[in-house]
């Protein structure tokens, strides 16, 4: 089978490698919360000297959780598309906004200048970080970690009626079925190319014609997403689940030395892409 079959190799972000290593250990909590803060930081910082630092952050932090970069760039992948759409259709309807700085082509409705490259450029690594932060975050962090550190930093918003265990429960119910729902993909696509179905066999760059390929197995995915979400019904009302009930944790989290100076090291981080000027 081609690689293009290969789905469940290509999403990153659900998955949970355990390594052991010192990001794994950290505080769930610590690691959501410096995960936002970079986020946050990397969205709003428009130099090219900013983002390369955001982009070596987020290479460092594979390195460190031990998780090979290759799993990153798999995540990476599959936005390839979607990336070069959007960079598209920024460098040619977004010049006339960012019009300042040197003009490279002025021809009827485009304007293409030194800004508006930056634009290009800078949304473009954007991308990549968040989606290497997001990888690095889902793949040193159990579902059930990530469920409890969502638990425990929305739970002041419970004094307000802010129903916190049930946004943390969709949360994490959507990050666990996005490579469930890969290989479910995955599947249909091997038995539509077994009955004949041109699939894996145009280049990547005909973007139309992939998705029109894709049309035949957008109805029975729903199909598949309806039915698990109704045995998690089940299964959840099964076991007397009951949404708006305060919940007890087996599990408590205690933040130790280590996970505050990871914390303030990604505070610094974060103010630093976000309020320091670079050159360039």
Not at 111 to 116: D, K, N, R, Y
Request: overall charge positive; proline content about 4%.
């Amino acid at each position: 089978m081609s690689n293009e079959f290969e789905l469940s190799r290509n999403i990153t972000i659900g998955q949970y490698v355990p390594t052991g290593s010192f990001i794994h250990r950290l505080d769930p909590r610590i690691k959501l919360l410096a995960f936002v803060l970079l986020v946050l930081a990397i969205a709003l910082n428009t130099s090219y000297i900013g983002n390369a630092i955001g982009l070596l952050v987020s290479v460092y932090l594979f390195w460190v959780s031990k998780i090979p970069i290759s799993y990153g760039l798999s995540g990476v992948k599959p936005a390839i598309p979607f990336i070069i759409i959007l960079a598209i259709l920024q460098l040619l309807f977004q010049g006339q906004i960012f019009s300042n700085g040197t003009v490279y082509v002025d021809y009827g409705f485009v304007l293409i200048t030194s800004e508006s490259i930056r634009l290009v450029v800078v949304s473009a690594v954007r991308f990549i970080e968040i989606i290497f932060l997001s990888s690095v975050l889902t793949l040193s962090t159990s579902t059930t970690e990530l469920t409890h550190a969502i638990q425990s930093l929305l739970s002041p918003l419970k004094k307000i009626k802010f129903p916190v265990y049930e946004i943390s429960l969709i949360t994490t119910i959507s990050i666990r079925f996005v490579p469930t729902f890969a290989m479910e993909m995955e599947k249909m696509m091997k038995a539509q190319a077994s009955r004949g179905a041109d699939f894996g066999s145009g280049s990547w760059w005909r973007i139309i014609q992939r998705t029109k390929d894709m049309f035949p197995i957008i109805i029975p995915l729903f199909n598949i997403a309806l039915s698990r979400a109704e045995d998690l019904i089940l299964a959840m009302e099964s076991r007397c689940y009951t949404p708006g009930d305060d919940r007890s944790t087996f599990s408590h989290y205690k933040a130790l030395k280590k996970d505050y100076f990871v914390l303030l090291i990604g505070l610094l981080l974060s103010l630093l892409l976000l309020f320091y000027r670079f050159p360039f």
